[in-house]
C-alpha cells in the first residue's frame, strides 16, 4: 500500500495530470473553434461530446492531481512546467503551485463543471449560439484551472483575464438584446477594473519581492517571510489585491453588476456568479492572507468591505422579485461573508464556507428555472393553505425604518448610479476628450482621406490632403 501510494504521488504522475488540467479545456474549445472556422457545421450532440469529453477528463485529471498532492508527505506540489521566455534575470514560468487551499478549489471546479456542461448540452438545445457557448464554456474552464493551480501570480493572471472574458462575453449570449449587450459591457468594464488592480499587485509585487511565485513570497512557505516586506510595501500590495477582489466577487460597493450579469443563460450563471468565478476574489484574498496579516490597515479594510456586502446584499436579495437576481446578490452576501472571515483570519472557515457555498448554489441555480413549480409542489405536500412567511429580524424594527430599508434596498442602496456619476461619466467625458481629435476618414470622390485634425498639425504627420498634390503633379 505504502508502495502504490509513492507511485501515485510521485512527481512525474502529479506533472502529467497538471499538463491534462490545465491543457484539455482548452484543447476542446481550440477543436471547436476549429471546425466552425473550417465551414463545418457540426451537430449539436458531437458539440457536446467533444466538449463533455475534454472538460470531463479535465475534471477527472484535476481531481486525481488535488487527491495525491494530499497524499504526498507535505502536502504540497511545486512543479514548473516549462518556461515560456527568459530575459536577464527574470524567467516566466508556467509552473503549478498545490496545497490544501488550491486542492480544494480545484476538487470543486472538478466537481461543478462537467455537471454544468451536461445540463448545458440539453438546456441550449436549438439555440443558435450553440457551439459558441461550449467554446466559451471551455475557455472558462480553462481559465479557472490555470488562475486556482497557477504557480505564481503571473499564471494566475492569465486564467483570471481568461475567466473574465469568457463571463462578460457569456453574459451577452443572446446579443441581439440591446440591455443584454448593455449588461456585459457593465460586466466586462468592472471586470477591467478588478484586472488593473490584480496587474498593478503583480507589478508591485516584482518591485518589492523579486519574485511572484506563491510558494517563495507572501509566506506560502515560510511565513516569517511576509515581515520581510515590510509594512508600507504589504499595505500597497493588500490593498490593490483588496481592489482586484472586489471587482471581481461583486463586493461593495461593485455589487450591483451581478444583477445584470443575470442576463446570461442559466447555466452560465451558476457557473460563473454561483460557483467559480464570484468566489476568484475570495481565493485570491485567501492566497495572499500573509500580508492581510502583517497590514492593520488591509485588515480593517478587508473586513469593512464584508461586512458591508453581506448586509447591503442580503437586504438587495430579499426584496428581488425574480429568482436568478435573487440569488446573484445571495451569492455575493455570503462572499462578503467570506471575506470578512478572511479579515478576522478565520481561514480554514473561510475556505470550507467557500465549498459548502458554491455547491449549495449550484443546485439552486440550476432549479431556479422551475422554483414556481417547486414552490407549489412543496405547499401540496404540506397540506396546502395561505402561504405563511417565515419571522425575520427586520420585523423588530420601526415601521418607518423598515420602509426605508426596503426602498434603499430596492435602488441597492444607489451605489450603482454613485457609480455612475463619480467613475462611469467621468471616464466616459475623457474618452470622448481624447478621441475628439483624433483624424478621421472622410469620403471624397477619389477615396477616403484622412482630415486634418489636430494631431495632423504635428511636423512628423502628414496628411493624404498634402500628398494628394504632389501625387498629381509628380504624374503631369
Not at 166 to 180: D, I, K, M, N, Q
Request: hydrophobic content about 50%; overall charge positive; proline content about 5%.
Amino acid at each position: 500500500m505504502d508502495a502504490l501510494s509513492t507511485a501515485l504521488t510521485a512527481v512525474p504522475v502529479l506533472h502529467v495530470l497538471a499538463l491534462l488540467t490545465l491543457l484539455l479545456p482548452a484543447a476542446g474549445a481550440l477543436l471547436l473553434i476549429l471546425l466552425s472556422v473550417s465551414g463545418v457545421q457540426p451537430h449539436e450532440r458531437w458539440i457536446a461530446i467533444v466538449s463533455g469529453v475534454t472538460m470531463s477528463a479535465a475534471a477527472i485529471a484535476a481531481f486525481f492531481l488535488a487527491t495525491f498532492t494530499m497524499l504526498r508527505p507535505g502536502r504540497e506540489f511545486d512543479e514548473v512546467l516549462w518556461t515560456m521566455y527568459e530575459v536577464g534575470s527574470y524567467r516566466l514560468d508556467i509552473a503549478v503551485y498545490v496545497d490544501p487551499l488550491s486542492a480544494k478549489l480545484t476538487a470543486l471546479g472538478a466537481v461543478v463543471i462537467p455537471v454544468l456542461c451536461r445540463y448545458s448540452a440539453r438546456y441550449l438545445h436549438n439555440e443558435p449560439g450553440y457551439l459558441r457557448y461550449f467554446v466559451l464554456l471551455g475557455v472558462a474552464a480553462t481559465g479557472f484551472f490555470w488562475f486556482v493551480l497557477g504557480g505564481s501570480v503571473d499564471v494566475a493572471f492569465f486564467g483570471w483575464e481568461l475567466l473574465g472574458l469568457s463571463s462578460a462575453l457569456l453574459v451577452a449570449f443572446y446579443w441581439e438584446r440591446p440591455h443584454t449587450v448593455t449588461a456585459s459591457g457593465r460586466v466586462f468594464a468592472t471586470y477591467r477594473v478588478a484586472d488593473i488592480a490584480l496587474l498593478g499587485g503583480v507589478v508591485l509585487l516584482h518591485h518589492y519581492a523579486r519574485s511572484s511565485g506563491w510558494a517563495t513570497v507572501l509566506g506560502v512557505v515560510n511565513p516569517e517571510h511576509g515581515l520581510h516586506l515590510g509594512l508600507f510595501p504589504a499595505t500597497v500590495l493588500g490593498l490593490a489585491f483588496l481592489l482586484a477582489a472586489i471587482g471581481k466577487s461583486a463586493l461593495f460597493p461593485a455589487t450591483g453588476y451581478v444583477v445584470r450579469a443575470m442576463e446570461g443563460p442559466t447555466p452560465s450563471s451558476a457557473l460563473f456568479y454561483g460557483t467559480l468565478s464570484i468566489h476568484a476574489g475570495v481565493y485570491l484574498l485567501l492566497r495572499v492572507e500573509p500580508l492581510v496579516s502583517h497590514a492593520p490597515v488591509v485588515r480593517a479594510a478587508v473586513i469593512t468591505v464584508g461586512c458591508l456586502t453581506a448586509i447591503t446584499a442580503s437586504l438587495g436579495a430579499r426584496v428581488r422579485a425574480d429568482a436568478k437576481g435573487s440569488l446573484a446578490l445571495a451569492s455575493a452576501a455570503q462572499t462578503g461573508l467570506m471575506v470578512a472571515e478572511i479579515g478576522m483570519g478565520w481561514t480554514a472557515f473561510a475556505q470550507w464556507h467557500l465549498l459548502a457555498h458554491g455547491l449549495l448554489r449550484l443546485a439552486q441555480f440550476l432549479r431556479s428555472p422551475s422554483w414556481l413549480q417547486d414552490a407549489a409542489e412543496r405547499r401540496s405536500a404540506l397540506g396546502g393553505g395561505r402561504y405563511r412567511s417565515g419571522f425575520h429580524v427586520e420585523r423588530l424594527l420601526p415601521e418607518g425604518l423598515r420602509d426605508g430599508l426596503y426602498a434603499a434596498a430596492l435602488s441597492r442602496f444607489g451605489l450603482d448610479a454613485l457609480i455612475d456619476r463619480l467613475v462611469a461619466r467621468p471616464l466616459e467625458a475623457l474618452a470622448h476628450r481624447v478621441s475628439r481629435n483624433r483624424p478621421r476618414l472622410r469620403p471624397t470622390s477619389d477615396g477616403p482621406r484622412i482630415h486634418a485634425g489636430p494631431l495632423c498639425r504635428h511636423p512628423a504627420i502628414r496628411t493624404t490632403e498634402s500628398i494628394a498634390p504632389d501625387r498629381k503633379e509628380g504624374g503631369a
